[in-house]
């Protein structure tokens, strides 16, 4: 951490926030899960987006996202992965505590990891118990229709976000990353599956790589809101991952994803500008460097020169020797 990060900030909290930034007026107004559904309600499109750190977290809460998810899309864009399974309970909440700190007003969803929920349902709620309390999520997102473990996590107070359709966590099972819902028995499977998590207490719905024309049925048919990726326009809301949203990946992006900055350029720029100075020697500056107080050098003037005097200065002398 350099010394310019300290003034200022406000990791701990306090009274040290600084006001949004943002350009685009917002409200402050904390969202919750039922305030998505009233959202849905007040047709109020819901502006979602993955996030795995503070910095990124911090500037995306101020510029209005309603939800964040400390999606386990971590695995891959932050962490190096080829897919999400790897990913572990730990390493989801070391990163949805970063974000925790970051975020004043969003949702702050953490997604369960692979692994994490597909056994007994106690185990499930028992590891989405940690997530509320060891990194403050204020709701937990599970891929699938596990309608008993979104029943007991519902009654045990925790919201939870359904997603259904392209679920990452089912690699092998699809077989790829696949469009879902692309037959008439799949569209049905998937009409009931949305509607059984809606009616056993999730508080929202993410549609992942799904016809626009499903995931419209099925906006319009469930009481609460969908959020899609990859699946339309006529969703209740939308969501990217982070890096996908700003060229931070490295693939060639899912015919889905629009890319808003380059943030990939800038860095790499930025950075090859810095070693060039360095070696250059142009960084640091005579600006950019600390200088020793004027008393103080008098002060080391006077010593050096009592030294002289006394004879005992081998060091000038020897430089004077040469
Ligand atoms: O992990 C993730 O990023 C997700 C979103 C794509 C919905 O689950």
Redesign the pocket.
């Known amino acids: 951490m350099s010394l310019a990060s300290f003034p200022g900030g406000f990791p701990g909290g306090g009274s040290s926030t600084p006001p949004s930034t943002s350009s685009t007026a917002h409200s402050s107004t904390k969202v919750t899960v039922p305030a998505l559904t009233e959202m849905k309600r007040q047709g109020k499109p819901i502006s979602?987006l993955?996030a795995y750190d503070y910095p990124t977290s911090r500037l995306a809460d101020e510029a209005g996202i309603d939800l964040l998810?400390v999606?386990?899309?971590?695995a891959m864009?932050v962490l190096g992965h080829e897919n999400?399974l790897s990913v572990t309970v730990d390493e989801m909440l070391h990163h949805t505590r970063a974000v925790r700190r970051a975020v004043r007003r969003a949702l702050v969803v953490a997604?369960m990891p692979f692994g994490s929920y597909h056994g007994a349902v106690g185990e499930g709620l028992a590891n989405a118990i940690r997530f509320v309390k060891e990194a403050g999520a204020e709701a937990v997102?599970i891929?699938g229709p596990r309608i008993d473990l979104v029943r007991a996590l519902t009654e045990a107070e925790i919201p939870v976000i359904g997603?259904l359709g392209l679920t990452?966590q089912s690699l092998h099972r699809m077989g790829g990353y696949r469009v879902q819902a692309r037959t008439s028995e799949t569209v049905l499977q998937l009409k009931a599956d949305a509607h059984a998590l809606a009616d056993s207490g999730a508080g929202a719905l993410?549609l992942?790589g799904v016809p626009r024309e499903v995931a419209a049925d099925i906006t319009a048919e469930l009481p609460i809101p969908t959020?899609g990726?990859g699946a339309g326009p006529d969703c209740d809301g939308q969501?990217?991952?982070f890096h996908d949203l700003l060229g931070l990946t490295f693939g060639p992006p899912a015919k889905f994803v629009r890319q808003y900055g380059d943030a990939g350029a800038l860095i790499r720029s930025a950075i090859e500008h810095y070693r060039e100075d360095v070696e250059h020697r142009a960084f640091p500056s005579d600006e950019e460097s600390y200088h020793l107080p004027e008393a103080a050098r008098k002060a080391l003037d006077e010593i050096e020169a009592k030294r002289t005097v006394s004879g005992h200065d081998f060091s000038r002398a020897a430089k004077a020797a040469n």
């Open positions: 979602a993955t998810l999606g386990d899309s971590l864009v999400t997604d997102k891929e997603h990452p993410v992942e959020i990726i969501i990217l991952v």
